[in-house]
C-alpha cells in the first residue's frame, strides 16, 4: 500500500493511504486546482445537512414540542399556555412559562396556531 503527504497552498495538509492509482488520481484532482473548490457538508437522503458526525441535526425544543402537541389533537379545543406547559411536562419537557410564551407567538405568527384573546389571558387552538 502506497502513502502521500500532501500539502496544499490553502495550509491543508492531507495524508493517503491508499493504491499507487487512487493516489495518482487524488493528486490529479489536486493538480487541477480542486483545491480551490468549496467542498460542503455531507447532507442526507432527504436533503438535511448533517454535524460532523455524519448525522441529521435533531430538531428540538419547545417550539417543536408543541408542533407535536398540534399533531397530536392537543390544540382542537381552547388550551392556555398553563395547560400547554403541563401537557409538555407528561411527555418529560419541563419548560418555565416564559419559554413557551414565544414559541406559541412564533407558531401564531405563522399561521400554525390561532390564539384568542378571554379575560384570563390568551388561549390558543388549531388553525
Not at 487524488?26 to 437522503?45: C, F, Q, S, T
Not at 448533517?50 to 441535526?57: A, L, P, V
Not at 435533531?58 to 398553563?82: C, H, M, V, W
Amino acid at each position: 500500500m502506497a502513502k502521500a503527504n500532501i500539502d496544499l497552498p490553502n495550509g491543508t495538509k492531507i495524508q493517503v493511504d491508499g493504491s499507487s492509482e487512487e493516489i495518482a488520481k487524488i493528486l490529479h484532482l489536486y493538480k487541477d486546482g480542486a483545491e480551490n473548490r468549496k467542498i460542503d457538508k455531507p447532507k442526507n437522503e432527504a436533503g438535511y445537512k448533517t454535524n460532523k458526525t455524519g448525522r441529521k441535526k435533531a430538531k428540538s425544543g419547545p417550539k417543536q414540542y408543541i408542533r407535536e402537541l398540534k399533531t397530536d389533537g392537543f390544540f382542537k379545543t381552547k388550551k392556555s399556555i398553563n395547560e400547554v406547559q403541563k401537557k409538555l411536562e407528561e411527555k418529560g419537557h419541563i419548560y418555565p412559562m416564559n419559554e413557551l410564551s414565544t414559541p406559541l407567538r412564533n407558531l401564531v405568527q405563522s399561521s400554525e396556531l390561532g390564539r384568542i384573546k378571554e379575560k384570563d389571558g390568551w388561549v390558543y387552538v388549531n388553525r
